[in-house]
């Protein structure tokens, strides 16, 4: 079973940084895209960043110029690098993977389980 595994989540000040780690339990045949999305209390989870299978890369406006999303293929790792915290980025942050774990197989939507980011001072 396909696990994805997020870190890096916690308090931090505005202005603070933080960096998450999404770590693949499986090597993928291949990859359309890996994200993040973000969801905060009464609100529907969005788009945070996005990496989709030729390098290019897609940001929230909300985000653009703070966040920066990146993937170590190596170590089946996707991270996203975030400065300039601001109190509105506060929510639970997900890991999304769209890929194909076989040559055989459907290409499926994971997720992994959340983790808290909170920017509060």
């Known amino acids: 079973q396909v696990q994805l595994v997020e870190s890096g989540g916690g308090l931090v000040q505005p202005g603070g940084s933080l960096r998450l780690s999404c770590v693949a339990s499986e090597t993928f045949f291949s990859i359309r895209a890996m994200g993040w999305f973000r969801q905060a209390p009464g609100k529907q989870r969005e788009l945070v960043a996005q990496i989709i299978s030729r390098g290019a890369t897609n940001y929230a406006d909300s985000v653009k110029g703070r966040f920066a999303i990146s993937r170590d293929s190596t170590k089946n790792t996707t991270y996203l690098q975030m400065i300039s915290l601001k109190p509105e980025d506060t929510a639970v942050y997900y890991c999304?993977?769209?890929?194909?774990?076989?040559?055989?197989?459907?290409?499926?939507?994971?997720w992994g389980q959340g983790t808290q980011v909170t920017v509060s001072s």
């Open positions: 999304n993977l769209v890929a194909q774990l076989g040559r055989w197989e459907t290409e499926r939507s994971y």
